[in-house]
């Protein structure tokens, strides 16, 4: 199966529209994944258009209309995705989201998180802990980018996929 997540897309807040790029890549996977921070109820429902199916999140600056939940979990192809949009600073990040992915579906599980705008496949307490970045490039991220993935058994390889 073909994933596409992003995360912080952050749209009208802090950047215009998602780009054409992304927009794309939303098109063509199986399934987005997005750990939160649309900015909007318009941004989320053009995301949910674009997708086949979708999985999402609430993130810190979202506004009560997105009517989503902090965790979810989704099964894919034999792997347990727990997506959430995470907390504080780049200190401890990981750890935390790794904490989150635990107490919701166990150590097994993968952790897809966003809100610190920094792309990340790091392990902490034996958990996948992976980050897209931001979509959009607002604040402090340089770059726009998201992850593509195919999970096959169980498995899950993941790429970061940037405009250049």
Not at 138 to 154: I, K, L, Q, Y
Request: glycine share 10%; aromatic share 4%; net charge negative.
């Amino acid at each position: 199966m073909y994933l596409a997540i992003l995360s912080d897309t952050h749209v009208p807040g802090r950047a215009e529209t998602i780009p054409t790029w992304v927009e794309t890549r939303v098109e063509r996977a199986d399934l987005v994944i997005h750990a939160g921070d649309f900015d909007s109820s318009q941004t989320l429902e053009h995301i949910r258009d674009l997708a086949t199916e979708f999985v999402g999140v609430r993130g810190n600056v979202d506004p009560p209309t997105i009517d989503l939940p902090y965790v979810d979990i989704v099964e894919v192809a034999g792997a347990t995705f727990v997506v959430t949009h995470g907390t504080g600073t780049r200190t401890g990040y990981v750890s935390r989201v790794a904490q989150t992915v635990i107490d919701a579906a166990g150590r097994d599980a993968i952790g897809i998180a966003g809100h610190i705008h920094e792309v990340v496949d790091e392990v902490a307490n034996g958990v996948r802990v992976l980050n897209p970045g931001t979509a959009t490039a607002p604040d402090p991220s340089d770059d726009a980018t998201m992850m593509v993935g195919t999970v096959e058994g169980g498995s899950l390889s993941v790429d970061v996929v940037s405009e250049g």
